[in-house]
């Protein structure tokens, strides 16, 4: 039979293992939060998070939020805030594989957005130094989109943009008056549809892939990472705007060229600032 005074020892010497274990458990720091999915769309969302790291660039901001969605960067037009504050940053658009050429950096994954909702509560946010030029909520202007073509571009940022000029003109200023002189056949093979028929047809076929042929009457490069080719086939009403469509691709195949251009087709597709077009087709392919 063991003694009562060496159970005792025993026991101490056992609690006293056990006890720096139960320390390092408790002082063992919280795992970061996870980063948004890369393949993750996060187009059209507010986002509200804290501030984990920050930086400005070429007249952005890139901050790194921590949000409900993870972590995620995001661009806004150049704004003075600091790491720790909570903010919402207005819905934008989500770029992958996004290189800025200023900061010699590619992101995964990053969302291009007009600006920080003032009308978002940051109560639990340190007090927030004022920004020199407060971004109005889901508007942006034509600094903001000359600035994201230099930053795809690594130039310096023209003196106006060539798609995007600001809120008071938005996608309709964009448009190319109707020319008598287009007339081009409708592409061949399946979900072929002219430019008229895919304003008739927009409801009916946003989210699906189509082809669409016509000539290129003019490009606004690199906004958003993406080119924008306006398309004209002589069809559509010109009175709706309905005979420019525009297509957004990474090829450049020039103006004047008659192409065929094959994406996915969004109706109603609103980017925010007034660029919203019935039908756009995206992320298209181009065949000369």
Known sequence: ??????????????????AP???????????????AAANASLDGVALQGKIVETMNSSGYTYLLLDAAQGQI???????????????TCAPGMTMKDFTSK?????????????????????????????ADKPAEPGK?????????QAESSGKAAPGDAAEMTGPSTGSAGAVVPSSSDVNVNKAVGENSYSVGECFEQGKELNGKTVRVRGKVMKIS?????????????????????????????????????????EGKLSAERDFGAGYKYVVIVEDAKVEK
């Open 1 to 18: 039979m063991f003694s009562l005074k060496k159970v005792l020892s025993r026991t101490a010497l056992s609690l006293c293992l056990i």
């Open 21 to 35: 274990t139960l320390a390092l458990a408790e002082e063992k720091p919280a795992a970061p939060p996870a980063p």
């Open 73 to 87: 960067w995001v661009a806004i037009p150049e704004t003075k805030i600091a790491a720790g504050q909570v903010v």
């Open 102 to 130: 200023t900061l010699n950096r590619t992101f995964a994954a990053i969302v291009f957005s007009p600006g920080l909702d003032a009308g978002a509560p940051t109560a639990a946010s340190p007090a927030a130094p004022p």
């Open 140 to 148: 942006t202007g034509a600094g903001f989109d000359a600035a994201l």
């Open 221 to 261: 490069r690199m906004i958003m990472g993406k080119n924008w080719l306006h398309l004209q086939d002589g069809t559509g009403n010109p009175l709706k705007n309905e005979h420019d469509l525009v297509a957004t691709t990474t090829e450049d195949p020039g103006e004047g060229a008659v192409v065929t251009v």
